[in-house]
RNA sequence: GCGCCUGUAGCUCAGUUGGAUAGAGCAACUGCCUUCUAAGCAGUGGGUCAGGGGUUCGAAUCCCUUCAGGCGCGCCA
């Protein structure tokens, strides 16, 4: 992968300075290159010289200056130039342009992805829902997230498992079942006490419909006691299979579905306690079983298995940690709901005991969703059953706008979902803002194709009539995608690439009000198509790994 | 009480890991459809980067502290 554009640039330019600044006899500095806010700042700028004026007691700008006659390689730079209190900046020429473009063209997907990952497994794991009650807005952040994370490692190089854990095992899931079994009683019209906190919600009725559906009053004169596994079981199914299709109508898939129970049944539980055992991290107190966090940084001992002889739902965590470890995969992302990031410490200090580097578990917190209308919050209760679903949220303001509103902010920040906000945007939505672009391209072929032009491949398209500033400005920001995908790969950052498109978007529309594409001028007319493919390209590269779709026509 | 996250334009949020005069969208106001799509474009206004101190050539960014909001701190899941 890779071709000589920005990114690699920036590392060519790195050399040069470096070398002129080897020649002023320091060796140990790197100089650090950025792309300029400002256009009269040049494509590439480094402060170098600011740093090195401490060293030398000299005026940045004197430096600078050294530096600079010190370069010897010119030609692809249109200029070098020494700017502010000591800053070098570069312009590249128009043929490095060009020549850059061209290769855009030809080699697409090749020439703007950067090889990160060089093929090493990571496995994300997000959503992860408990199966007892339907996926509300936080959960779809978490999967727009994953999603987008998972797509853009993978874009990255890296062979990405996306996984789905589910809590099938233990109290909740039960409590599902046994709420259930009491409306299902009920609607039988047998009196049966509703479970001390149970789950209230209109989706348990449903189910219970559909248990007499599908089995008629078969239990309606037994026990829970004896119905207990197949109403759990039956409930928690249905459920799951609600969660998947929502995810699906969300856009979002997975490779595997990691069962909790699944760990019990296999002894990898047990395999887990006994490593840990052997590992001399365990210890009985009160009849309890301890792991011994606090050895590893966490502020507590963590208790595994009851005085009463159950499990902890740390115990089946363990497992889990250790079979993804396991499984070769050279990092593990967790993305959790924030609410849960006091469990980060302690399964850090799980992989350690287990001889494994706590680095290599990386979890990644999604902060809460306060849900709002017409800016005053919905009023939530999970115990009463009332909550605002993902799928009432995708039914009022489209998939496409919700999974924009969460990849345009930093997972970590606080989000504000308001619900008037994003329907009354939604003419303006953002969103449509970028797709628009797409379609608006598309148009555009299609025209060009009326008009008998052949727009197969447009790489041999004569590159250097695309004169204009507004051109300039797109093949400028065209060529430094490769740096802003290789920065959200590695930062994990999938909301760059958001904001990336919104800029480009915001070059092409612009251009496009401007500037006739399609015109008498046969030569112009394919360099300016060649462009509107090119920024096509970057398009649908950052949208697909975003999960939004490219409508061709809107 | 302790720990984590957050505080940037009226609102919602970015800010390239310490760089140049802090940006975008929405909202407000004024114009632009006989053209390849007006979900668009052109223009105008909008800031004590929560407050204070420190580190240095240089701070929204790093350190300390105060304030405000959110979330955690179980032999619950």
């Avoid at 350690?352 to 306060?370: C, F, I, K, S």
């Amino acid at each position: 992968m890779g071709g000589l554009n920005f990114k690699l640039m920036e590392k060519y330019a790195r050399e040069i300075v470096e070398k002129a600044v080897r020649k002023l006899g320091i060796t140990d500095i790197a100089a650090e290159f950025e792309v300029p806010r400002e256009e009269k700042f040049g494509d590439l700028a480094t402060p170098v010289a600011l740093a090195l004026s401490k060293v030398f007691r000299k005026a940045p700008r004197k430096i600078a200056e050294e530096i600079v006659s010190s370069i010897e390689e010119r030609d692809v730079f249109d200029r070098i130039e020494i700017a502010g209190p000591g800053f070098i900046n570069f312009t590249f020429s128009m043929g490095f342009l060009s020549s850059q473009l061209a290769r855009l063209v030809r080699e697409k997907e090749t020439f703007i992805r950067k090889d990160v990952g060089a093929g090493q497994r990571v496995q994300v794991e997000f959503v992860s829902a408990n199966p007892t009650g339907p996926l509300h807005l936080g959960h779809g952040r978490g999967a727009a997230v994953g999603a987008a994370l998972s797509n853009l490692l993978e874009a990255g190089g890296y062979s990405v498992e996306r996984e789905y854990y589910v809590n099938d095992a233990g109290r909740q899931v039960k409590l599902l079942g046994h709420s259930v079994f009491a409306k299902y009683q009920q609607l039988l019209g047998v009196e049966y006490p509703f479970p001390e906190e149970g789950y209230r919600g209109g989706y348990v009725e449903d189910i219970a419909k559909r248990v007499i559906e599908k089995f008629g009053s078969r239990y309606s004169e037994t026990s829970f006691q004896q119905a207990a596994d197949f109403f759990t079981d039956f409930s928690y199914k249905e459920m799951l299979g609600e969660i998947a299709k929502d995810l699906k109508a969300f856009g979002i898939g997975f490779d595997t579905w990691q069962s909790e129970r699944e760990l019990y049944e296999s002894n990898e539980v047990e395999k887990a306690i006994d490593d840990l055992r052997h590992r001399r991290y365990l210890y009985e107190k009160d009849g309890a079983l301890w792991f011994r966090a606090t050895s590893l940084g966490d502020d507590k001992d963590r208790v595994i298995i009851k005085s009463d002889g159950e499990y902890t739902y740390f115990a089946s965590d363990i497992a889990y940690h250790r079979k993804k470890i396991e499984k070769g995969f050279g990092e593990i992302i967790d993305i959790w709901g924030a609410d849960h990031h006091g469990y980060i410490s302690r399964l850090k200090a799980v992989i350690h005991a287990l001889g494994y580097p706590p680095e290599r578990l990386r979890v990644l917190l999604v902060q809460m969703v306060t849900l709002l209308r017409g800016g005053k919050p919905v009023q939530m209760s999970k115990r009463a059953g009332e909550f605002v679903t993902l799928r009432e949220v995708m039914d009022e303001v489209g998939s496409d706008t919700a999974k924009f509103i969460f990849l345009t902010r930093r997972p970590d920040s606080h989000l504000e979902f308001d619900l008037e906000v994003a329907k009354e945007q939604s003419a303006e939505n953002p969103v449509f803002y970028v797709q628009y672009a797409n379609a608006r391209i598309h148009s555009i072929f299609a025209h060009a194709r009326e008009k008998g032009m052949e727009t197969a491949d447009l790489s041999d398209a004569d590159f250097s009539l695309l004169e204009a500033p507004e051109e300039q400005r797109i093949v400028k920001k065209l060529l430094g995608y490769p740096m802003t995908f290789e920065g959200a790969v590695i930062s994990h950052e999938p909301h760059r690439i958001t904001f990336y498109l919104q800029e480009l978007t915001g070059l092409f529309h612009p251009y496009y009000n401007r500037y006739r594409v399609v015109t008498e001028d046969a030569g112009l007319s394919r360099a300016r198509l060649a462009l509107c493919e090119a920024i096509r390209i970057v398009l649908n590269d950052g949208l697909g790994i975003l999960g939004l779709s490219a409508p061709e026509r809107m």
